[in-house]
């Protein structure tokens, strides 16, 4: 519509030019007086304007009937595509003049404009390879998804513009959710250029959320050997596409199998913590504990986890808490200052019922650092020692509003899990969650509460309960007792 008025305000602008310059050369006095072989013209200055006019359009006519006098004098000598090579000339021209036009409204967001110019192109043209692109691009700029469908389809056609098309198709199928289409096309597409970054990063997504983790690894090779990927985080990858292979493989109930695929995704990745878990409850099965502490420690040293600490508890299930924190002192020896460090060991001192011991391993954390789990820890180190019930339950109180603590949080969107996933619940990016503390405390720590009786071990039934229940029962109750105040909690004692 604005193109249309502006095209209009120009033309009658012109119209008013013309018509002052014609009523301006009538006005003046004069003119112009050719002599030339005893012939004499006098001509006014309209006329003499009109009569240049007339000479440049004749000058125009005879270079055209030169080149065309050129042109047949080719075809004569054999050229047997000069003269229409003449005329195509003009018509190309026209065409790629419209095809620019196309190509420019298109970037300025004018989808009826760049479909108009690429119709036009594509009539003087005959090149669909070019014209069919910008009108699909135009068709989904407007919001006509049938006729860039239509358009892409047409594209099929031709070997040329084969893959253009699967890519259209494929885009528009994923943005209806159509997963299972998309998938056929993304491999459609994949084996027409398997070296397009952006249709192996498609591939690769699509396989992951269908949990085609054979056909995702090979995928993932493909990057690699064409170099989309670097070799360190390809390394990574193919471990988590391994390891999720493996979880799989162990829900149908192949357990020989699962653990081997998961002690190949340990070896992948030495560093990835659910591979590690799981490649050390595998060698525990096998009845090879030096294996499985060999692997807990190697990513221990990387990063330390509360699933780490259980799948190395789990090592020796019925030894006494005094054995178990003898055996985990080696543990800590690699990141003793770590926070997961000291909270492990202080909830191997309260297993042990060494309260005191517990207090000092947790450090400064109270202060520093105190999440949920570190105030729940203190709450039952506070009932292990004897405090009055509202102290306990001040502690709990601040436990109730801490924050929760590291969590699996997708780097990507930031979406926050209950347990490691290869690709992201939320976003469906693969491969992007990170142990680490969320922004806002908001969701309950999967690992945090539950770790504490699970590395006390067979301790008395009693003050286990007296200590775990801290976390699992009292904690519903937070409230002042009706005859004494809650107490705020101490930091030490």
């Given amino acids: 519509m604005l193109w249309s008025i502006i095209k209009i305000v120009v033309f009658l602008a012109l119209v008013v030019v013309v018509t002052f310059g014609v009523s301006h050369l009538l006005e003046l006095d004069g003119g112009v007086r050719i002599v030339m072989a005893g012939v004499e013209l006098n001509l006014t200055p309209l006329k003499a304007v009109m009569a240049l006019a007339l000479i440049i359009a004749a000058l125009w006519l005879l270079m055209k009937l030169a080149a065309l006098l050129i042109a047949v004098l080719r075809f004569i000598n054999g050229d047997e595509t000069a003269i229409s090579r003449y005329f195509d000339r003009n018509r190309q021209e026209k065409g790629y003049r419209a095809l620019s036009e196309g190509m420019l409204a298109l970037a300025s967001g004018e989808g009826d404009v760049a479909m108009a110019r690429a119709a036009r192109a594509d009539r003087y043209l005959k090149k669909p390879a070019l014209t069919n692109l910008v009108i699909a691009q135009a068709a989904e700029m407007q919001g006509n998804r049938a006729k860039a469908e239509e358009v892409y389809k047409r594209l099929l056609k031709d070997d040329r513009t084969r893959f253009v098309g699967v890519r259209g198709i494929l885009r528009q199928k994923i943005a209806d959710g159509d997963t299972d289409t998309a998938l056929k096309l993304a491999q459609t597409a994949f084996g027409l250029k398997p070296g397009h970054g952006e249709i192996q990063d498609t591939l690769l997504k699509l396989q992951t959320g269908q949990e085609d983790w054979a056909g995702a690894r090979s995928t993932l090779n493909a990057k690699l050997k064409f170099g989309n990927i670097p070799r360190d985080v390809h390394k990574r990858r193919d471990a988590v596409l391994a390891l999720s292979a493996a979880r799989d493989i162990a829900v149908e109930g192949k357990t020989v199998e699962a653990r081997e695929a998961a002690i190949e995704a340990n070896k992948l990745s030495p560093h990835l913590i659910p591979a590690a878990v799981m490649a050390a409850r595998s060698y525990i099965a096998q009845g090879a504990p030096r294996y499985a502490a060999r692997v807990i420690r190697k990513a221990w040293d990387q990063q330390p986890h509360p699933d780490l600490a259980a799948a190395f508890a789990a090592i020796a299930p019925d030894e006494t808490p005094q ?131 699970l590395i006390m071990g067979d301790m008395d039934d009693q003050k286990a309960t007296d200590i775990a229940s801290v976390v699992d029962a009292e904690i519903v109750d937070t409230g002042p007792e009706p005859s004494e105040p809650v107490e705020e909690p101490k930091t030490e004692k």
Avoid: Y
Avoid at 366 to 383: K, Q
Avoid at 388 to 399: F, H, S, T
Avoid at 407 to 418: D, L, R, V, Y
Avoid at 424 to 451: H, R, Y
């Fill in 323 to 453: 054995q178990r924190l003898k055996r985990f002192a080696k543990l800590f020896t690699a990141r003793p200052d770590h926070r997961e460090s000291k909270l492990v060991e202080a909830e191997l001192n309260l297993a042990a019922e060494d309260f005191p011991a517990a207090r000092r391993a947790l450090g400064g954390l109270v202060e520093t650092d105190p999440d949920a789990r570190v105030l729940t820890i203190m709450a039952a180190i506070e009932r292990g020692e004897g405090a009055p019930d509202r102290v306990v339950k001040g502690w709990l109180a601040r436990a109730m509003s801490a924050p929760r603590g590291p969590q699996w949080i997708c780097n990507n969107c930031q979406h926050i899990h209950g347990e490691w996933v290869p690709a992201c619940e939320n976003c469906g990016a693969f491969d992007t969650l990170a142990w680490k503390t969320p922004p806002q405390g908001d969701v309950t720590s999967p690992t945090g509460i539950e770790m504490l009786p």
